[in-house]
Structure formats: structure tokens, C-alpha cells
């Protein structure tokens, strides 16, 4: 146990050194490394580190090291079951931004929430309930719809849920599967809602196989998520971005 976070926190020092475009030498647990140097050269603005998980160890590596720390619900069992689904609560995202907070002393990193079911319709219980039953668990569905994890219902409540939450952790990003496009791309529509931001725009996530990841491409550019393919291939993210939240307790103070 806890030999995952211990090799990421050495491979994050790693990476770290190399992206400063300079010789690396480094003697660790995991890694070791000898005048080893960043070949291509990495760009002279170092790109964003984002590190999540939704234990408490991982999140305080975030906290300490990276530039945006993803929320997620903590799946140490390996499934999604109910301990996987009470990582999610409200009141357990309080204790995980709280651990962010407490250990980015002076950093302000930004927040980002993995979204693992966004379904836009006017049934959420039906939704919802239909979500459990296809990864087999028994867990009553208003329990689920309370997570800031899932978005489900009609836009209009998909749109409040996303800006109360910002409120009251901060969140600047949320992301989604692929699965959730189409309903990611109405929630764009809305003119002035939490997902229309032109300062931010949109960013990708996924995790698909590449021929997979073409498919999906080509449907973000049809919905107009994304400009054209190859915006798609250049990243790891499909969702939106809010914008850096107003300053303020809510924000950054208790939680």
C-alpha cells in the first residue's frame, strides 16, 4: 500500500527536473538517473502539471507539487462500488478540497472535477438508477445524484448544480467521458450558462484506444466541441473550462 503514490511522487521530481530544459541527475527509490537530458527539448513555458485521485495522499502530492489537482472518487477497492460512490458525497468533497487547501500553503492551484456520469434529461432518478444497474451497484439513486461527480438532468439544473459547486469548492474544470458528448455539446449551447465561457473555452479529456479516439474526434468536431481533429489528438481532455472562480471564502478559506 501506498507504493503507487510514493513511485508518482518520484516520477513527478523526474519530470519536473526535465521540463526545466536542463541535465538531470537524480537517485531515488524508483528512478535513477545520469546527466539525462529532455531530448526534444520541452517548451521554454512549461506546460501544466495535473495530478488527482481522491485518496488523501495523492491529493496532498497534487496539492504540493502540481498546477491543477483533479477531484475523483477514491477506487482503491479496483470497481465502482458503493465505498467508490460515498468517496463522492458532498460532505467528502469538503475533506478532499479541505487537504488540497491545507497542504498548497501559499499555492493556488486550480481545481478540476472528473464528472463520471453527465446525462442531460428530465427523469434523473430514471438515469441515474439505469447508470447503477449496467456497473452493479446497489446504491439508491438520489444518494448518487447528490455527487458533485454526476450531472444529470434537464439543463437547466445541470447548469445550477455546475456554478453551485464552483461556488463552493472552486472547481475551474470539469471533465467527461466520451459517452457524454453529445449531451456536453447541448450544455454548451446555452447561452451564459456555466459551460458558455469564450475566455476559457473548451479543453478534451480521454482515455480511448487511438482508433477510438479518431471516432470520437470526428464526432467533437460535428458538434462543434472542438475546431478539428487534430485538436483532439494534440490532448488528453474532453470538457470545459469555467474560468478561475471570484476569490473568496468559500473558495479558499474553511473548505
Known sequence: PGVRVDRLAGAVEVITA???RSPVDHRGTFYALDDMRPVPAPPARRPPLL?????????ALAARTADIVSVNWNIR???LGPDALASGKPEATDEKV???????????PELHLQCYLLRLTDDPHAAARQWLESIGADVDPAWLLDSPHVLVGPLGAVDEK????????????????????D???AAGCQAGGAFDNPRCGR??????FKSEKLIVAKRAVELEIVADVDEVSR????GVCLGPPALGKNVHGDH
Open 203 to 208: 479543453f478534451i479529456y480521454t482515455d480511448l
Open 98 to 108: 479541505a487537504w488540497v487547501r491545507s497542504q498548497a500553503g501559499d499555492r493556488r
Open 77 to 79: 477497492a479496483g470497481v
Open 18 to 20: 526535465l521540463l526545466a
Open 183 to 185: 449531451d456536453a455539446a
Open 51 to 59: 495530478i488527482g485521485g481522491g485518496g488523501r495522499r495523492v491529493l
Open 162 to 181: 455546475v456554478q453551485a459547486q464552483r461556488e463552493r469548492w472552486g472547481f475551474s474544470y470539469v471533465s467527461f467521458y466520451d459517452s457524454a458528448l
Open 235 to 238: 490532448s488528453f481532455f474532453f
